[in-house]
Structure formats: C-alpha cells, structure tokens
C-alpha cells in the first residue's frame, strides 16, 4: 500500500480501509478452506472407493481359485461383477485384463479383444492404458487380424508413455504389414529399426533378416 497515500488519509478512513482489506482476505481464506475441505473429502472418497474395489477383485481371485470346478462362464462372471461394480477403479481394469486373458487362454480371440478394449477405456493412469492397448494390439495379430492390428499398434506408439515398447511395436508393426501384404510399409518399418535401435542387437539383427528375406521374395 502507498505510504503518502496513507499518510494523507484521515484515521476513519484508513480504518475502514484496513477492515475491508479484512474481510476481503477473509473471504478468500474462507473460500480456499472449503475447496481444500472438498478436495480431501474426494480423496478420502476415491480411496474408499479403490479400497473395495480391491477387496471384491481380491474376492473374487479367491473364489476362483478355492472353486476347482468353476468353468470360464464362471470365472468371466465373477470378475465382469467386479468391473461392473467398481467402475472407475484400477481393480476394474485388471478385472477386465484379466477377463481378456481368460478368453485368449480359451482361443475365443474375439472375446478376449473386446475385453482389452474395455480395459483401454477403463485405464486409470499412463502406463496402464498402455498395456491394455498393447495387449489388444498383440490379441489382434495372434486371431491374424492384421489389418486390425496395425492401427492398434500405431495407438500403442501414440501414448507418451509407450516409449520403451518402441521396437517391439515397431516389429510387430512391420510383421502384421508384412503379413497384409503391405511389403513397402513393412520394408520402411524394418528400416526404421534397423536406423533408430541399432544399439538394440536383438531388434536390428531381426530387423535385418526380414528385411533381407522380404527383398530376396520381391525379386522372385
């Protein structure tokens, strides 16, 4: 506050200035006190929340393995209860990866697709999100749909947080074109290995083979 400026005021005036300046003040701690009293209350909520969530996976878990005789149905029943039930928690999702495993296991591949998709929408951080999308993709090229699979894997490559699955993606790209039929994409991808992860020996000596068998079957 300007100095001269208070000293040109009379008492009353400065004082009705200071008390306004109060409540002001006091009108915003007011008011950063109910938001903090919210935001703690949310996250006391949301952790009661994820709290029985994994109490009811953990259940379930149970359930399954204790039931020697329980079929899929069964199993798909009891963690399908558990995402329906606790939506919006990282204990639905794994119910979710879970369920699509259970189908993959089974070969119902279609099943176990829908189920991944799922668990991507359901993902409630990053690196979870990643996974679901890299198991769909990967669900994808083993039921040999690999025109499905490719922008599933472009998906993988999109999340930031997906840059250590780089090379397996991209590989898995380059096979799933190769096997579309799309050889120039696939030949660019294997390139791309080759260039970007030469310090990778696993990917750029498979990279280099495929690509040479690829050239090799064009010529013929």
């Known amino acids: ?19 306004s300046n109060i409540r002001s003040i006091s009108v915003a701690v007011g008011g950063l006190v ?25 259940e379930a878990r149970q359930e399954i393995e204790a039931n020697k005789n329980i079929d899929l149905a069964g199993k798909v029943a009891a963690l399908t209860k558990v995402a329906d039930s606790h939506s919006g928690t990282r204990a639905a999702y794994e119910a979710l990866l879970e369920i699509g495993d259970l189908h993959m296991d089974n070969k119902d591949y ?21 996974l679901a999308r890299y198991n769909k993709a990967t669900a994808q090229e083993i039921a040999q749909k690999c025109v499905e699979a490719i922008p599933s894997y472009a998906a993988v490559l999109a999340e930031p947080s ?37 310090d990778k020996a696993y990917y750029a000596n498979s990279a280099s083979v495929y690509l040479q068998k690829l050239k090799k079957r064009q010529k013929n």
């Open 162 to 198: 997906a840059e250590f699955l780089k090379p397996e993606v991209l590989m898995a790209q380059a096979r799933c074109n190769e096997q579309a039929g799309n050889n120039t994409a696939a030949i660019d991808l294997y390139q791309k290995l080759q260039d970007e992860f030469s």
């Open 110 to 130: 279609d099943a176990g697709i829908s189920a991944y998709g799922q668990a991507v929408d359901a993902a409630t951080e990053p690196f979870a999100r990643v």
């Open 34 to 58: 109910i938001v903090l009293a919210l935001a703690a209350g949310a996250v006391e909520l949301k952790n009661r929340k994820e709290a029985s969530a994994v109490t009811a996976l953990y």
């Open 1 to 19: 506050m300007n100095s001269r400026y208070i000293e040109s005021m009379n008492w009353a005036d400065l004082h009705e200035l200071i008390i």
